[in-house]
């Protein structure tokens, strides 16, 4: 049997293409396909800050002459405070310096094993991911408050003469 087969044009691709697209986006086309997870736009390493370290750590076989701290997403930090509060929990208080940091290029203990200078700068850079976050300060609050009545009244209450 002869078949005759003709290609399509690309607008009867786009055609086509759109209309799959709409179906998967309505939940149709026979399997449901989950959109692709969200990305950030824009560059990436604007996100990160790496810090060069005066005294490098070597631990396990590795030299860390630098640490990059990338600012984390709300799921990491989420993950990152409840391993934290399960170590916690777990092993008391002090526990927390046992817990790697997933937005931190060194482990734990290497973050420990710092130099004091090399390790306040770590904590500046973390510091200023941070405060950024936070709630506006008052003096940088912008605020709607009434402004007072300067008008003035006399000690019984009514409005003193030439106001």
Same mark, same amino acid.
């Given at each position: 049997?002869?078949?005759?087969?003709?290609? #399509? /044009?690309?607008? %009867? =691709?786009? @055609?086509?293409?759109?209309?799959?697209?709409?179906?998967? $986006?309505?939940?149709?086309?026979?399997?449901?396909?989950?959109?692709?997870?969200?990305?950030?736009?824009?560059?990436?390493?604007?996100?990160?800050?790496?810090?060069?370290?005066?005294?490098?750590?070597?631990?396990?076989? #590795? /030299?860390?002459? %630098? =640490?990059? @701290?990338?600012?984390?997403?709300?799921?990491?930090?989420? $993950?990152?405070?409840r391993a934290?509060?399960?170590?916690?929990?777990?092993?008391?208080?002090?526990?927390?310096?046992?817990v790697d940091?997933?937005?931190?290029?060194?482990?734990?203990v290497v973050?420990?094993?710092?130099?004091?200078?090399?390790?306040?700068?770590?904590?500046?850079?973390?510091?200023?991911?941070?405060?950024? $976050?936070?709630?506006?300060?008052?003096?940088?609050?912008?605020?709607?408050?009434?402004?007072?009545?300067?008008?003035?009244?006399?000690?019984?209450?009514?409005?003193?003469?030439?106001?």
């Amino acid at each position: 049997m002869d078949q005759i087969v003709k290609a #399509l /044009t690309p607008a %009867e =691709i786009a @055609v086509i293409e759109a209309r799959e697209a709409q179906k998967q $986006a309505e939940g149709g086309g026979g399997g449901k396909m989950k959109p692709p997870p969200p990305k950030f736009i824009g560059d990436e390493e604007d996100r990160k800050t790496t810090l060069v370290l005066e005294f490098p750590v070597e631990w396990g076989g #590795l /030299t860390f002459t %630098e =640490i990059t @701290v990338t600012r984390p997403t709300i799921k990491v930090w989420k $993950a990152y405070t409840r391993a934290v509060a399960e170590a916690i929990a777990k092993f008391g208080p002090d526990a927390e310096d046992t817990v790697d940091q997933p937005f931190i290029t060194a482990p734990a203990v290497v973050i420990n094993s710092l130099d004091f200078i090399d390790g306040a700068r770590l904590e500046g850079v973390i510091d200023g991911f941070f405060d950024r $976050a936070s709630l506006p300060n008052e003096e940088t609050a912008e605020t709607s408050e009434v402004p007072e009545d300067t008008s003035s009244t006399s000690d019984s209450g009514e409005p003193s003469p030439g106001s």
